[in-house]
């Protein structure tokens, strides 16, 4: 397993921005499909985007895409999430994830990843 680290969350006034954070160690990140998610109060955990392990590849769920960037620094065993335009409905707190299986589009369930960080509360303020 990956042992994953979140940062960067905080509170922000519409249409602002905010860059999150996920620090790696164990499992060789570089091999390790990563993922974003985020969890809602009373909702359940929703993927938001994924990248492939040398980060040329990239899937967006459609809440997020054209807002939202994922970038990973295999150098810094770092992946981060680029957050724009945000509204108060992307308040959640946020979880980045690790998968060993290989980078698909259909990569988008809780199971598919067996690493989580402990996750980073973003509020956004209407």
């Known amino acids: 397993q990956v042992q994953l680290v979140e940062s960067g969350g905080g509170l922000v006034q519409a249409g602002g921005s905010l860059r999150l954070s996920c620090a790696a160690s164990g499992r060789t990140f570089s091999s390790s499909t990563m993922g974003w998610f985020r969890q809602a109060p009373g909702k359940e955990r929703e993927l938001l985007a994924t990248?492939?392990?040398?980060?040329?590849?990239?899937y967006y769920t459609d809440s997020v895409k054209g807002r939202f960037t994922i970038s990973r620094d295999n150098a810094k065993n770092t992946v981060y999430l680029q957050m724009n335009s945000l509204n108060p409905e992307d308040t959640a707190v946020y979880y980045c994830?690790?998968?060993?299986?290989?980078?698909?589009?259909?990569?988008?369930?809780?199971?598919?990843?067996?690493?989580w960080g402990q996750g980073t509360q973003g509020t956004v303020s209407s």
């Open positions: 994830a690790a998968s060993p299986r290989y980078f698909s589009p259909g990569l988008t369930k809780i199971n598919d990843y067996d690493s």
């Open positions: 990248i492939s392990w040398g980060g040329s590849r990239t």
